[in-house]
């Protein structure tokens, strides 16, 4: 599949739901999910680790490779769980115009 002028989140998540029952010695997604739920998880903390060390080194573009390394494996992790991006964006759609700082009720 090409990849789109702007690869956004729905897009990349999409190329993720197709390579989901592809051939694991052929597409990085397939391998991965192959190793079940501790791997996907293990390589979100990997990558998180590494974003907090770009960004503590101050390093911008390493930040940002950082970032998107991040958020593929998050989209991964989402898919495996049968999350979509619309869940994440109605939960903070949810959230939106609340303070963080204001006290929560049972229901937040």
């Not at 702007?6 to 990085?28: N, T």
């Amino acid at each position: 599949m090409p990849v789109p002028a702007k690869a956004d989140l729905h897009a990349v998540y999409g190329v993720i739901r197709e390579r989901m029952g592809a051939d694991p010695a052929e597409s990085y997604v397939a391998r991965l999910l192959a190793g079940g739920p501790d791997a996907v998880l293990q390589k979100v903390g990997e990558e998180s680790c590494e974003l907090i060390i770009a960004a503590k080194n101050g390093d911008r573009a390493a930040t940002v490779h950082e970032l998107a390394d991040l958020w593929f494996h998050v989209l991964v992790c989402m898919a495996q769980a049968g999350i979509t991006p619309e869940d994440v964006e109605g939960e903070l759609g949810r959230r939106f115009g609340r303070s963080g700082l204001a006290p929560r009720t049972t229901q937040d």
